[in-house]
């Protein structure tokens, strides 16, 4: 298939969501500031108010509210959208469950940031994990140009009829929310073609449902069995979503994770968002002195791709998780996911937990790290404080 | 040719619902739904409505309904009507149904935020005065004085005043109503109907568990509520207010009966000393002068 010179645009994250967002035409979208995913939604407003994208804009009173609109906009057939962070996440929780539980296409982009106390508007992913049991598909785009791609592919997950689950697409906030970077988009058409009109309404006058009524406690768990199996089966249709969307944009470049030269890696790194762009800085530097180093970055959070972390890692000498979410009293959240998805093999986990509250982190880290785990430095749990 | 017209009512609650006995909502419900009609949508929070509108394996209602988080309702609502219009509907009636828990504190933002926004909404509170589900807890719609297990000594703060704030809103409609009154309540959903925009009904649901009275008298308080000017009759309609039904007549104090009726067959109020019920007599009173006011206005 021939792929057409693309328009290349250079936008900051916010902005780049808010195109792939209006190039994927919601109906629906609700609106409630928080830093630092605002300019996102304030481009949405001027989208809408300049006719550019014809769609209901709810100015919500808030957060709770913002994503309880779009969750009732979504129940009776529109395609919706909202964004939030840190608090406003937090605030969001008992409808992000709500929608989760209830099963419905929402897409929803986390500008990621620590949360308080103490107050910190800086990046962490500490929001954005928090939500990893409430029954939604979660992403984390590492630069601006796959913050754009997975918003697109985010709403076509989100409505295939084999999974019907909302998603969250999280991108580090400030690192990737503000920063401005050469974007390819795709055309209006292109988005079109990929993103079929949306089939989902439970708002029928001639066949009139109940939505979310009282479960028994057979039929709850009858229901959560059948979320969780449809989570597994998520992971199968968004590799094809992934793909399919490689053969239009013509980038090779998606997958439930992404292993950078991590197949003849004897070390490897374990990231998840923006500094993943980091440690692949230091995977080469490592290579420049010759330790195999590599790096498996994970790209679906939720459903965990297990099977692929197992089958990159599981003859590696050592692993070092980088976590910017930690579990208090139990440990770094992604290390954790991959302890366990590596049970039973002998392969060695390390987790450095780095960069809570917009702490900065370089390639240095990285490599410092790597260093200290080939001469068996490295202890089991390391904070860069 | 019969002299008299039968007008035939669809049962639709009464065939089986989680209701208690003396209960008013189902009444109320199906009234509801024979005036707006079936292109009628239900949000519905966490209340007691939420057992009588039945579980996974059924419900009574006869139109859609959308179960709600407790304090979600008016912007889930929000959200339904404009996806609703987005696709072309220009008149389906999405009603959000919700007790004064939901209405009046955990999801009063929310409310305020879709009245500010002018949303077009109908929102019914059905108010029974108390958080009657989780077993009789004080509400911010608990009247003063009232027994509860959670004012066990009586509540000690007045009712929050809803339908005058939400009227400071300026939204198109603000009315109450009463079971008591069917007629008027009626009349009031289908004025509702045809107004486009943000409107609220305030129903008294009396509650005969959560107030302490026999179940057969559910409408006989509900009417006395209305009698001795406890619960005032009105609508205010783009600003303007006016009493309703035998309200209309209460205005001269001779006409309204003693509080002490209303209350003495309650026995949430039965440890009030003369004092408090004196104390109640003057509050009502004095809203009563509020209320010659708004209509000099």
Redesign the interface.
């Known amino acids: 298939m021939q792929v057409l010179k693309r328009k290349v645009l250079a936008l900051v994250g916010n902005h780049a969501v808010a195109y792939a967002v209006k190039q994927a035409k919601p109906k629906v979208l609700a609106v409630f500031p928080i830093t630092p995913q605002t300019t996102m939604l304030e481009k949405l407003a001027e989208y809408i108010s300049s006719g550019e994208l014809k769609a209901e804009l709810v100015r919500i009173e808030s957060e709770h509210s913002a994503l309880a609109s779009i969750y009732g906009a979504a129940l009776a057939g529109a395609r919706v959208f909202t964004a939030t962070s840190s608090q406003g996440l937090l605030y969001m929780t008992e409808m992000i469950y709500w929608a989760g539980g209830q099963r419905v296409p929402i897409v929803a982009a986390v500008a990621t940031r620590a949360i308080a106390e103490p107050w910190s508007i800086w990046d962490d992913h500490q929001d954005f994990v928090s939500k990893r049991d409430a029954i939604w598909i979660q992403i984390m785009a590492e630069n601006v140009q796959e913050a754009y791609d997975m918003t697109i592919q985010a709403f076509r997950i989100s409505e295939d009829e084999r999974v019907i689950l909302p998603v969250m697409m999280g991108f580090d906030g400030f690192i990737l929310t503000h920063t401005m970077e050469r974007v390819e988009v795709l055309e209006d058409y292109e988005v079109d073609s990929f993103l079929p009109p949306r089939q989902f309404n439970l708002i029928d006058f001639s066949d009139p449902v109940g939505v979310g009524p009282i479960a028994q406690p057979d039929e709850y768990m009858k229901i959560k069995f059948e979320a969780m199996k449809a989570m597994e089966r998520a992971k199968g249709v968004i590799e094809e979503i992934m793909r399919e969307y490689e053969k239009i944009s013509g980038r090779k470049q998606y997958g439930l994770v992404e292993c950078y030269k991590c197949e003849d890696a004897k070390y490897a790194f374990v990231t998840m968002g923006a500094w993943s762009g980091d440690a692949k800085v230091a995977v080469d530097r490592l290579r420049d002195q010759g330790i195999e180093a590599g790096l498996l970055k994970i790209r679906v959070f939720r459903p965990f791709p297990k099977e692929k972390v197992e089958e990159y890692l599981r003859s590696m000498k050592g692993v070092i998780v980088f976590d910017r979410a930690v579990s208090f009293g139990s440990g770094g959240i992604l290390a954790n996911e991959v302890k366990s998805s590596l049970y039973g093999l002998e392969v060695p986990v390390y987790n450095v937990v780095a960069g809570l509250g917009g702490k900065d982190v370089r390639p240095l880290h990285f490599q410092k790290v790597m260093e200290d785990l080939v001469e068996g430095k490295l202890e089991e749990e390391r904070w860069l404080l | 040719m019969s002299l008299i017209t039968q007008v035939k009512r669809i049962p639709k609650f009464y065939r089986g619902n989680a209701a208690c006995p003396g209960c008013p909502i189902p009444r109320e419900l199906d009234i509801l739904i024979e005036e707006l009609g079936?292109?009628t949508?239900l949000?519905v929070p966490a209340s007691c409505s939420?057992?009588i509108?039945?579980?996974?394996?059924g419900?009574p209602?006869?139109?859609?309904?959308?179960?709600?988080?407790f304090?979600?309702?008016?912007?889930?609502?929000?959200?339904?009507v404009?996806?609703?219009?987005?696709?072309g509907d220009k008149d389906?009636i999405v009603t959000v149904w919700a007790g004064d828990g939901a209405t009046g504190d955990i999801g009063f933002?929310?409310l305020?935020?879709a009245a500010?926004?002018n949303e077009d909404i109908l929102y019914i509170c059905y108010d029974n005065e108390a958080y009657m589900n989780t077993g009789i807890q004080r509400s911010g719609l608990t009247p003063k004085g009232a027994w509860t297990t959670t004012t066990p000594e009586g509540k000690r703060e007045v009712k929050k005043p809803l339908p005058f704030i939400i009227a400071e809103h300026k939204v198109p409609y603000v009315a109450t109503a009463s079971i008591a009154y069917i007629y008027d309540y009626e009349a009031k959903m289908r004025k509702a109907k045809q107004i486009r925009g943000f409107r609220y009904i305030h129903l008294l649901s009396p509650c005969p568990p959560g107030w302490r009275f026999d179940s057969s008298l559910t409408i006989e308080i509900a009417k006395l509520a209305v009698e001795t000017g406890v619960w005032p009759l009105f609508e205010i309609e783009n600003g303007e207010f006016r009493l309703t039904s035998v309200s209309k007549t209460l205005l001269d104090k001779k006409n309204r009966k003693a509080v002490a009726e209303y209350l003495k067959l309650q026995g949430r109020f039965n440890k009030l000393t003369e004092e408090q019920i004196k104390e109640i007599e003057e509050s009502i009173d004095e809203m009563w002068e509020q209320i010659k006011e708004m209509i000099k206005k």
């Open positions: 079936e292109k949508v949000v939420t057992v509108l039945g579980d996974t394996s419900m209602a006869t139109v859609p309904v959308v179960h709600s988080a304090a979600a309702s008016a912007a889930i609502a929000s959200g339904i404009r996806a609703l219009r987005m696709r389906a933002a929310t305020s935020g500010e926004r």
